[in-house]
């Protein structure tokens, strides 16, 4: 959570560069993603010198003997001028060695080559280093904020209709999707590569160091891929990931939807938050996406595209925007029919206005499918949200206990008194129910209590039977056909009988409270 102190600090560096000659937005933005980037090369240099001491291993560090002098602890002590002429030195300075990381023909040392310092004056490098030092950036969602704030003034956070998606957005679609050591996982609008991070960060938590290790070639080549077509965007996300401990991430330099991405049948699983307002010129679209929907509209393209991307049975969850769930155009309405018909639609979670917040008020929806290519749709799951932990004015001011909105994904660990407080919590926060009720509906426990449809049954178990020590008593004795609540099923006869409508509106029942 960035707290107003957080960003006086970004400010006030901002105001550095600026008095400093330096006003182009996307140069500071990128001159600060690169002294970051070497503050936490040597974090991760520290932290990998503590674990290889502690447990008496070896481990292959990142500076050579030569290269100490570009470690941050020892550039913070170097003289103003001397330290300046390292980070200028074009031949054996700093940047040549921040170009040389990753094997020589990865993507990352790709986009890096174009890596080049750009403050002129010594003092304004001491000055900027200083303030930074300052910055706690010890907490990785702390770190994340702070990029997503420093990439909010690239043109008040959006450019074409993309806006950045908050972390704990994030993190639900990921901890839904639950991505699996073998995954091959894509964005396919990469931007920071915020998704594909978080997927690494729930990997680094869900297996244990062996297993990692023996499946190190996989996590550092293939796991982690995504197309990016703007050259800032392509090394801020090349370098996010390489920090994060993939080495070589696969993010392309090329327009998604265009005939220049020629990928199919490549991923098991797309996390992604495409572009909302975005056209393509009709001549330069893949042919295969004009075939499930005609359109020049980049929100239906995008979702065109996952299914080609997918291998059968690749699973994804997308945000949309809501127009796509209603559109009554005929390109809106084949590709929900694509979806619904053709292969398998789990999810429609409703996210409230504010979301996107101060960036926009745009009303957006999480899809979840499976590609099957032979249908499979029954009962889809809508969830209204209402509430996401934080206020839906400008200021997203966070209204629930920090650790809990920060710890809301791992409940299995909770103990009952702070699963109890998150039930209190609930108008407030609904991410933990909505992450609960979804594992519970793909669980072998659903169908134990439940009719198809949702309606509760009447049951003569023990209770650990059920599930009710696995999920939250509330979402075991939930009433899934009341289409009063928050929370219901919808089979897929009425959605074809509503030309394929998505909007939660078209199924919710309103309860008006009249005088009795």
Not at 22 to 31: G, K, P
Not at 206 to 215: K, Q, V
Not at 345 to 358: D, M, R, T, Y
Not at 412 to 419: G, R, S
């Amino acid at each position: 959570m960035i707290t107003g102190e957080i960003k006086s600090q970004i400010d006030a560096i901002w105001n550095t560069f600026w008095t400093g000659g330096i006003s182009n937005t996307i140069t500071i933005v990128e001159q600060l993603t690169y002294l970051i980037f070497i503050k936490d090369l040597d974090e991760t240099e520290t932290r990998n010198e503590r674990m290889a001491k502690r447990l008496d291993k070896e481990f292959t560090p990142i500076f050579g003997p030569d290269q100490q002098d570009f470690r941050w602890k020892n550039l913070k002590e170097i003289d103003v001028q001397a330290r300046h002429s390292i980070f200028t030195n074009s031949v054996d300075g700093i940047f040549p060695f921040i170009r040389s990381l990753g094997s020589e023909k990865s993507l990352f040392s790709t986009y890096m080559k174009d890596a080049s310092f750009g403050i002129n004056k010594a003092a304004t490098l001491d000055q900027v280093m200083e303030k930074l030092e300052r910055l706690d950036m010890s907490n990785q969602d702390i770190k994340g904020d702070i990029y997503e704030y420093l990439l909010s003034k690239l043109e008040g956070g959006g450019t074409a209709g993309q806006f950045r998606t908050p972390r704990h957005i994030i993190k639900l679609m990921v901890e839904m999707m639950q991505p699996k050591l073998e995954d091959t996982i894509c964005d396919p609008s990469a931007g920071t590569a915020g998704f594909l991070v978080a997927a690494k960060e729930y990997i680094d938590k869900h297996y244990d160091i062996t297993e990692l290790d023996r499946n190190k070639e996989h996590i550092n080549k293939h796991m982690f891929n995504g197309t990016e077509f703007d050259a800032t965007m392509l090394r801020i996300a090349s370098m996010n990931l390489f920090l994060h401990g993939v080495e070589e991430p696969n993010i392309v330099d090329v327009d998604a939807v265009s005939k220049d991405n020629e990928v199919s049948d490549a991923y098991t699983l797309v996390l992604a938050n495409p572009p909302f307002k975005g056209t393509i010129d009709k001549e330069s679209i893949a042919p295969g996406l004009s075939n499930v929907t005609k359109t020049t509209k980049t929100e239906l393209l995008f979702l065109a595209l996952m299914l080609r991307q997918l291998k059968k049975g690749g699973r994804a969850a997308a945000i949309v925007p809501d127009g796509v769930l209603f559109g009554s155009g005929k390109a809106f309405k084949s590709i929900r029919s694509e979806i619904v018909n053709n292969h398998k639609l789990e999810a429609v979670i409703s996210l409230p206005s504010g979301v996107f917040k101060p960036y926009s008020g745009v009303s957006t929806a999480i899809l979840i499918f499976t590609k099957t290519d032979n249908g499979g749709t029954d009962h889809v799951w809508f969830y209204d949200m209402k509430a996401d932990g934080k206020s839906l004015d400008d200021k997203r001011n966070l209204l629930v206990d920090e650790e809990a909105f920060n710890n809301f994904a791992f409940s299995k660990a909770l103990t009952q008194e702070e699963l109890d407080a998150l039930a209190k919590d609930h108008d407030k926060f609904n991410l933990p129910q909505i992450l609960d009720q979804y594992h519970y509906l793909k669980s072998d426990y659903w169908g134990k209590m439940h009719t198809q449809e949702g309606e509760l049954l009447h049951v003569n178990d023990i209770p650990k039977n059920l599930g009710f020590d696995h999920f939250m008593e509330s979402t075991c004795t939930h009433n899934y056909a009341d289409r009063t609540s928050q929370s219901f099923l919808v089979p897929i006869e009425e959605i074809k009988e509503n030309d394929w409508d998505l909007s939660i509106n078209r199924y919710k029942e309103i309860v008006y409270e009249g005088n009795s």
